[in-house]
């Protein structure tokens, strides 16, 4: 326009502090993006609440209530933003709307109602971006991602009485055991080998002569030498020696590699044993949609907009049961974390960073299981009204912080400030079992539990016994009075 010799005028509506609005001058096509780099200090309605990333410091006092300052990453974004741009943060006194949801009559309340009804100029708390059936909004560039996922009650803990069976994995023991049930046969496998090379006079004149009484005797009783080898299987496979040794060296030879093999796994089992005594086993948690699926309980949620794509539209049957038991609650006195962790049997869903922050203490302690598949991942970004001349400043801004990874420091720093905190209440160490154990006879009521049960096996197997010895005397009593007559 300006080669054309035509002057473009317009009106900065931020002007320098001491003077009023006034009618500028173009002098290049690109002037008027200018006004939008230095607002000279000019009040914006900035309404920030609290969320993941952000909370709020409140004055009151008994005529006024006024909000002066905010905290958390997304505080310090803004407040950067302030710097940068030369705005004053006028700070809106928050509502009970957080977010914001859809009403039946098309209305919004919280955050997307204020910035639909044109109440606030920004608002700089994370939104996930989707879509929130409006077009009255607009997001600025993603700034940082999250998801939303769900939570249950962690998994009661293994008592003390079984806890060595959960040392190690079921297919460890399905190992032990099936190693331990055919080993016995390989070794009998060699006797009859060995008896049949003897029987057929296949070995050297000298070994037959040099044969004793007692190669003889295993010539003679075969079943009783089995059973007698099906024993000591056993009793070498759990690290216990045995007082006679086989007469033939490829049995020796066998018996040493069985020794060296559980060994092996005698080594693992005291390994996991001692883990799992000072730090506590846990049955098997819900790991997967699936799972929560299967388990059959309500998922509580607290806000509306969870509610419109969290499961909603999937075309799996998981997703779509899922859906009908999601329960939208209001805020209780009590938080649901706290109620889950004190035995509520139900889900919740929230996002992610939520519980690494807030809650993270219900999580050190194990009372809380997040499940690792999330239903939900988003990008985050803050909100703008539709078609605000504000941001491509603000974007160009945002994108700078995000590269020269401002943000993602802000965050790890609150996530680690989280943490430290929760080593503050006391308790901590007795709860989160991050302590020295020393052990005591209760860690050890399995083993007498064993020697209890092993006791009463014995005496009824001696009942039986003397009972079959009974018969069989009168049996042979029977016989010779029979025979004198």
């Excluded at 086989?246 to 390994?271: D, T």
């Excluded at 680690?416 to 006879?441: C, M, P």
Aim: a positive charge; proline letters at 3%; hydrophobic letters at 45%.
């Amino acid at each position: 326009m300006n080669n054309s010799g035509i002057e473009c005028l317009f009106l900065n509506p931020f002007p320098k502090i001491g003077s009023e609005r006034g009618v500028m001058t173009s002098l290049s096509d690109e002037s008027y993006k200018s006004i939008f780099l230095n607002f000279h200090e000019y009040p914006l309605r900035t309404y920030i609440f609290h969320s993941v990333y952000s909370d709020i410091e409140i004055f009151m006092n008994e005529t006024s209530k006024k909000v002066i300052g905010a905290t958390g990453a997304d505080a310090k974004v803004a407040y950067l933003l302030a710097s940068k741009m030369n705005f004053t943060m006028d700070l809106q006194w928050p509502d009970d709307g957080f977010f914001g949801t859809r009403s039946k009559n098309g209305s919004y309340n919280g955050a997307l109602g204020r910035m639909i009804r044109f109440e606030t100029d920004i608002i700089l708390a994370g939104f996930f971006i989707k879509d929130y059936l409006t077009r009255d909004i607009d997001f600025t560039s993603a700034v940082y991602t999250d998801e939303l996922c769900c939570y249950v009650k962690k998994a009661s803990r293994i008592p003390q009485s079984i806890l060595p069976l959960f040392a190690v994995n079921i297919d460890i023991w399905i190992s032990f055991i099936f190693v331990g049930m055919l080993t016995p046969f390989v070794w009998m496998l060699l006797r009859r080998v060995n008896l049949s090379v003897m029987t057929r006079g296949s070995v050297p004149l000298k070994l037959q002569k040099m044969q004793t009484q007692e190669s003889r005797l295993l010539m003679q009783k075969h079943k009783l030498q089995y059973i007698r080898i099906f024993i000591d299987t056993w009793v070498m496979w759990v690290r216990v020696n045995i007082r006679n040794y086989p007469p033939f060296i490829s049995e020796r030879i066998f018996i040493a590699s069985l020794c060296l093999v559980s060994v092996i796994f005698g080594a693992l089992f005291e390994s996991s044993l001692a883990t799992v005594y000072i730090r506590p086993l846990h049955y098997k948690d819900i790991n997967t949609m699936k799972e929560l699926d299967e388990a059959n309980i309500r998922i509580y949620i607290k806000h509306g907009a969870m509610r419109d794509d969290l499961f909603y539209g999937h075309s799996s049957q998981i997703y779509q049961n899922l859906q009908k038991k999601l329960l939208l609650i209001g805020e209780l006195e009590e938080r649901l974390i706290h109620t889950m962790a004190r035995g509520g049997k139900f889900a919740s869903v929230t996002r992610a960073s939520s519980l690494e922050l807030d809650d993270i203490h219900y999580f050190l302690t194990k009372k809380i299981h997040k499940i690792p598949e999330y239903p939900k991942s988003y990008n985050i970004a803050f909100l703008l009204p539709s078609h605000s001349p504000l941001e491509k400043s603000i974007n160009i801004l945002l994108l700078k912080f995000v590269q020269a990874g401002l943000i993602d420091h802000w965050i790890a720093d609150m996530k680690y400030q989280a943490r430290i905190k929760t080593r503050n209440f006391a308790g901590y160490l007795d709860e989160s079992g991050d302590k020295w154990k020393v052990l005591t006879l209760n860690d050890l009521q399995l083993s007498f539990y064993t020697i209890i049960f092993g006791s009463m096996l014995a005496t009824i197997v001696l009942f039986l016994e003397l009972i079959i010895h009974c018969k069989q005397v009168r049996v042979f009593c029977k016989i010779r009075t029979t025979k004198v007559k």
